[in-house]
């Protein structure tokens, strides 16, 4: 579900969620206090062009997508027009193909008696509006560092046209994003879409290595009633996600250890599927940091949550007059990697492994440890809030290659929940994928993945990820 940097970009960073569910493939995860931060997302190649390198260079005339919960199994193909070197338009369309069957066969066929012929049938079908959606997208390259990026999606059964202006550019160590969508697309932790009639966002990113010190700088607003994708109300709207104005700032300090990393030589004359993952190794990495947040609007008001523990609590501060908040908290990670073999073998030549710890609030640990410590130390049996506090989250990633440039991947978050007594272990959100590594290319892949709990399945192109 998350695009396929999953686990490996961490918990804390919010990228956008690949999903079918629009033309663009993508939805912004809802932003939750105080963490996940919500800010700067990680650079992706566009959905357009995505399908036109599977047309040009891997005879896919049309790319499946399936999403149960808004329209079942599609079809997808783009038609690109390079109006020059720094500018391209293209037309992504989507034919839902899963109707057009249910169509047929509660028709009665494609051929009836009232027709005089088999096409009469066959166009009937097709001319339903509502089987096709359309994507019309503008890239303007307006300087090696600065890209524009406009977009309008309409579909024919009558659902609000969807529209975005992206301005990106590239500053030393540095990305910022300027986005206006209406309306835009979130998905929340339990996996429900939702609509913001308009949401302007404007991220600022440092980066640079993988190990050492990072900011991000977000400015986020709201503007309308939120409502679900679906069309229906079922669930209670975020609080993130109404309207207003939040301002987020994170800083963190990142360092990565190697415990082993092989020095035998691989193969001679025998290039690696993947340039990335050709080095056996076992790492260690942790990160630690701080994160403020100020809301302005209707946004600041918080769900209270009954929470028994004692003790220190984080910064938070509300204003319900004037209808503003103030949170801040620290936050942790650590992760664990594991690789064998270099990926030159045709068969069984890349086992990875990857799992991470996920203390998404110091606040939270710290009042659960400090009640836990009070249990013991009056001999009481300790807590089941206090034991929930202090557990983290964990983000589990296995990766083994099949045969040649393919391989099988699962990703899956599990959690542990205390107050379920039939079973403790929670595993959240599971995708499972097949990738296609594009050896020519160095460091590139096709990923065919599904997750059973959103019953998502989608193709996708990436570059130079792991």
């Not at 391209?88 to 839902?96: D, Q, T």
């Not at 993952?277 to 809301?295: E, K, Q, R």
Request: proline share 6%; glycine share 8%; net charge neutral.
């Amino acid at each position: 579900m998350k695009k396929l940097r999953w686990a490996m970009d961490g918990g804390f960073w919010e990228l956008d969620m690949s999903t079918p569910t629009t033309l663009e493939g993508v939805a912004r995860a809802v932003p939750d206090d105080p963490l996940p931060l919500g800010l700067s997302r990680g650079t992706r190649l566009s959905r357009p062009n995505q399908i036109d390198f599977f047309q040009r260079f891997m005879a896919m005339p049309f790319v499946p997508s399936s999403s149960i919960s808004t329209h079942g199994f599609s079809l997808q193909r783009v038609f690109a027009f390079p109006f020059s070197e720094n500018w391209i338009v293209s037309l992504l369309g989507r034919f839902n193909f899963q109707k057009f069957l249910s169509s047929v066969n509660m028709g009665g066929g494609l051929l009836q008696p009232s027709n005089s012929s088999w096409l009469q049938g066959i166009g009937r079908h097709f001319s339903d509006k509502s089987l096709y959606a359309l994507a019309l997208s503008s890239e303007l390259l307006i300087t090696p560092d600065d890209t524009l990026v406009v977009g309008l999606e309409a579909h024919g059964d009558n659902k609000a046209p969807r529209k975005k202006a992206v301005f990106r550019h590239k500053f030393p160590n540095h990305n910022l994003i300027m986005e206006a969508v209406w309306p835009g697309l979130f998905v929340d932790k339990s996996g429900t879409y939702w609509d913001v009639p308009l949401s302007l966002a404007i991220d600022l990113a440092s980066v640079g290595c993988d190990s050492g010190a990072s900011y991000h700088l977000s400015l986020l607003h709201n503007t309308g009633a939120p409502v679900q994708f679906d069309g229906n109300q079922t669930h209670e709207v975020p609080a993130t996600l109404l309207p207003g104005l939040c301002a987020k700032g994170a800083f963190a300090l990142k360092k990565n250890i190697d415990l082993w990393r092989s020095k035998a030589q691989k193969l001679k004359m025998v290039q690696p599927f993947d340039i990335f993952l050709s080095n056996p190794h076992i790492s260690l990495s942790g990160v630690i940091g701080a994160v403020g947040t100020a809301c302005l609007g209707d946004n600041s008001v918080r769900v209270q949550e009954d929470d028994e523990l004692h003790g220190f609590k984080g910064f938070k501060l509300c204003v319900p007059r004037v209808k503003s908040a103030l949170l801040a908290d620290i936050f942790a990670s650590a992760s664990f990697t594991a690789q064998h073999g270099n990926f030159q073998k045709l068969f069984l030549d890349l086992t990875r492994l990857y799992a991470r710890l996920d203390f998404p609030s110091g606040s939270k640990f710290l009042a659960g440890t400090t009640r836990l410590t009070q249990d013991l130390y009056n001999s009481q049996q300790p807590s089941l809030e206090a034991l929930q506090a202090v557990c983290p989250a964990a983000t589990l990633s296995l990766q083994q290659q099949i045969a040649g440039p393919f391989s099988f991947r699962i990703d899956s978050g599990v959690a542990l929940d205390l107050k379920n007594r039939e079973w403790h272990l929670d595993v959240k959100e599971p995708v499972f994928a097949i990738e296609y590594a594009l050896q020519v290319l160095g460091s590139a892949k096709a990923v065919a993945w599904y997750s059973p709990k959103h019953q998502e399945f989608m193709v996708e192109l990436s570059f130079f990820e792991i």
